[in-house]
């Protein structure tokens, strides 16, 4: 009995083994980091906005055959009627940032300021792209949306000197991490139902006038 709880032991443990084996293929895979940003980003801006607030693969600057995998559309001077396009982009620099993260727990000063100039210049590429492919005022808004998948991502763009403000200065691109983005989208709600409200209430108003200029005409008859 003791030797086939082993056996049973044994079993399962290879069983994990292969899983996380399945986990590291994914995850070195480049096509499947892309996915899993993507697959986090859609559910992000699915919970947080309606069907009708965004759009999957757009193509934002006509003409240069280049597709964002989703932008919101924007309301363009206070009206739906017209789309902006807020460009949204996930990102997965995993080898620098993995290479940095070892680095750090090696303690090796010099390696962790070579990869930390290796993880800036991937961030600074990215944007970069974002820039050049996605952003074309006026058809979209003057700045464009990085969006990182994880929180530690996030958080060495934030602890790299310079770097957040240099991206949106020099390539309008606005880096977010899940909270991020989740705080700005909600944000973004806010304003679109304040400005549902605003266009319902000038509907209102114009139907109330009318109803007061039949009024007056039934009166004078």
Known sequence: ????????????????????GDIKKVMTNVKSRGILGEYQLANLLEDLLTNEQYEKNVTTKPNSGAIVEFAIKMPNNNSFDKTLWLPIDSKFPKEDYEALVDAYDDGDG?????LKKSFKNSIIKNAKDIKEKYIDPPNTTEYGIMFLPFESLYAEVLRTPGLFETIQKNFKVTITGPTTLSALLSSLQMGFRTLAIQRRSSE???????????RLCSSSI
């Open 1 to 20: 009995e003791r030797l086939e709880q082993v056996h049973k032991g044994l079993g399962e443990m290879q069983n994990l083994a292969n899983s996380v």
């Open 204 to 214: 209102v108003w114009d139907l109330l006038g009318a109803i007061d200029t039949l």
């Open 110 to 114: 010099l390696k962790i300021e070579e």
